[in-house]
């Protein structure tokens, strides 16, 4: 028998100041090692410039779930805000951890950008910026990674994210704040 890797479930939401629900589409990951998307995608658009933005519904508590990883911390997140990583650094490890608290059962929205023009790691929370990174002068994304929803890596028995998931977007270009903040306050 394989293990439960994740299921698509509906999502009612109502939004603030409204009465109607609204019904959507959200990847839920069960509360084990095993429950992870893992894939290969193209980064090559991404070498250069890119911000990953997010809907994460924190189920679990523990050391730090991971909801995504590319490319052995290439980027790295975890919804306790305790590792913020891109290119490996361990800059921001830590540093973010008071500004992620988010309740359980919680949707909240996480975005990451980054450009090699910029220099610049940028960490935000529900629309504002909670950390950012300078990074090395020419250094680019490595392509050919693999993409892991869900956990670190498959079987990794302290990161698995056990939680849902909503709109994992990948952009090919740096994001605004004031774009990030319009996404977040759009809400799901």
């Given at each position: ?11 009612l939401?109502?939004l603030?100041g409204s ?11 069960a509360?084990d ?27 679990r508590?523990?050391n ?12 790295f ?6 590792f913020?990583?891109?290119?490996g ?18 949707w ?7 450009s ?10 529900n629309?504002q910026?909670v950390?950012t990174?300078?990074t ?16 670190y ?19 090919s270009?740096?994001l ?13």
């Amino acid at each position: 028998m394989f293990p439960f890797v994740f299921a698509v479930i509906s999502v009612l939401v109502v939004l603030p100041g409204s009465s109607v629900a609204v019904s959507y589409t959200a990847l839920k990951f069960a509360d084990d090692a095993y429950s992870l998307i893992s894939y290969n995608p193209d980064m090559t658009r991404l070498a250069d410039t890119f911000s990953i933005c997010l809907w994460v519904k924190k189920q679990r508590s523990g050391n730090s779930p991971s909801p995504f990883n590319y490319r052995n911390e290439e980027i790295f997140m975890t919804d306790s805000g305790h590792f913020n990583r891109l290119f490996g650094s361990t800059a921001l490890d830590g540093a973010l951890t008071s500004k992620f608290t988010v309740p359980m059962n919680t949707w909240y929205n996480y975005c990451s950008t980054w450009s090699l023009a910029s220099r610049t790691f940028r960490v935000y929370l529900n629309g504002q910026q909670v950390g950012t990174q300078t990074t090395p002068s020419g250094r680019r994304l490595s392509t050919g990674g693999t993409l892991v929803l869900g956990n670190y890596v498959a079987g990794h028995s302290s990161l698995y994210f056990g939680g849902q998931m909503f709109n994992f977007n990948l952009f090919s270009r740096e994001l605004t704040a004031t774009e990030v903040a319009s996404m977040s306050e759009s809400g799901l």
